[in-house]
């Protein structure tokens, strides 16, 4: 299995274009979630996904939106990208909420935007 | 509102010195206490999940213990290669989502 995967792994943008960062899990886990790590400030929870078909919003959404349409995919897309969204994304996947619920992450994308 | 605060936020060893971090929480009814690592541009990596106060669990020279209140991941003989950002993070009963604390950043010289 290769686990969670993310692309890119480094990208600039310039104030105002968009992209989606793309991830893939293949352990065929429920649940997918994004999170942005910014230094000093610990993982933040972007959007997360119980399945596909469902999402719904963490603590920092502003400025993103995702969809789900399989189990594997979660891509997270910035529109009308802003300095402020400078950061590492993290990818993750989990098998349940109940019991062991240990998140498994992907390598990351670094975006900056200039 | 749950929070999570881990010290100290650095921490350098030497080999052979044996060391605790702590994890301190605050959650409205926990499910699980996670601790993961994370190497320098890496995504974290998952050691422990605890799930109620008094249990232990370890690995290799890593022991994680839990109560009511806070977590230690002690770590016994480290060895450079035990350099990284380690994190704790909390799971509310009522929530699926983790909260997460900003990490220790443990620095073994050999």
């Known amino acids: 299995n290769a686990g969670v995967t993310q692309t890119p792994k480094f990208r600039i943008l310039k104030i105002g274009q968009s992209m989606t960062l793309q991830c893939t899990q293949d352990m065929n886990h429920n649940y997918m979630y994004w999170y942005r790590q910014d230094p000093g400030m610990g993982l933040k929870l972007i959007y997360y996904s119980v399945g596909a078909g469902i999402t719904d919003k963490g603590e920092v959404p502003n400025g993103y939106n995702v969809s789900r349409s399989t189990t594997e995919d979660f891509p997270l897309r910035l529109e009308l990208a802003a300095p402020s969204q400078t950061s590492v994304y993290f990818c993750a996947s989990s098998y349940s909420t109940s019991g062991d619920n240990e998140q498994y992450f992907g390598p990351g994308t670094r975006l900056t935007v200039t | 509102e749950d929070q999570v605060t881990q010290s100290p936020e650095a921490l350098r060893l030497q080999e052979g010195e044996s060391s605790s971090l702590n994890c301190s929480y605050t959650?409205?009814?926990?499910?699980?206490l996670f601790w993961y690592r994370q190497d320098p541009g890496k995504g974290p990596e998952f050691l422990f999940t605890?799930?109620?106060a008094g249990e232990e669990k370890e690995k290799e020279r890593l022991k994680a213990t839990l109560t009511k209140k806070e977590s230690f991941l002690h770590i016994t003989a480290p060895k450079p290669e035990d350099s990284a950002t380690y994190l704790c993070a909390v799971q509310a009963v009522s929530f699926q989502k983790l909260v997460f604390g900003t990490g220790t950043r443990l620095l073994v010289s050999p």
């Open positions: 605890l799930y109620s």
């Open positions: 959650v409205s009814g926990l499910r699980g």
